[in-house]
């Protein structure tokens, strides 16, 4: 499956900005999809999962309550809504898929990649 994000751009503090990934290559219900970030000078950490038709998510505690991730089936699309956007938030983001049975949460589990797109929250 290939992916590509977009949505990413500059935001004041308390902002709110909505990423999207579309897939291609495959049916998009046979995968999970994550949403991961990588701040300059750290690593790569996990943000939000959806399940492959979409009744479950879960969220890192550094977004749980500001962040929400969505799926549309029909438009092979993935959603990261991102409310009361933080300067902490700033980072790439990335989203990426994974076929195996259960939800996953670290970077090293998922097998698909997108190229990522630029979130900078200003203070």
């Known amino acids: 499956v290939q992916l590509q994000a977009c949505g990413g751009g500059l935001v004041q503090a308390g902002g709110s900005l909505r990423l999207s990934c579309a897939a291609s290559?495959?049916?998009?219900?046979?995968?999970?999809m994550g949403w991961f970030r990588q701040a300059p000078g750290k690593e790569r950490e996990f943000v939000a999962v959806?399940?492959?038709?979409?009744?479950?998510?879960s969220y890192a505690d550094s977004v749980k309550g500001r962040f929400t991730v969505s799926k549309d089936n029909a438009k092979n699309t993935v959603y990261l809504q991102m409310n009361s956007l933080k300067p902490e938030d700033t980072a790439v983001y990335y989203c990426a898929a994974d076929s195996r049975p259960n939800l996953r949460f670290s970077r090293s589990d998922y097998r698909y990649w997108g190229l990522g797109t630029k979130v900078t929250v200003s203070s």
């Open positions: 290559g495959d049916t998009f219900t046979n995968y999970h």
């Open positions: 959806i399940s492959r038709r979409g009744g479950a998510t």
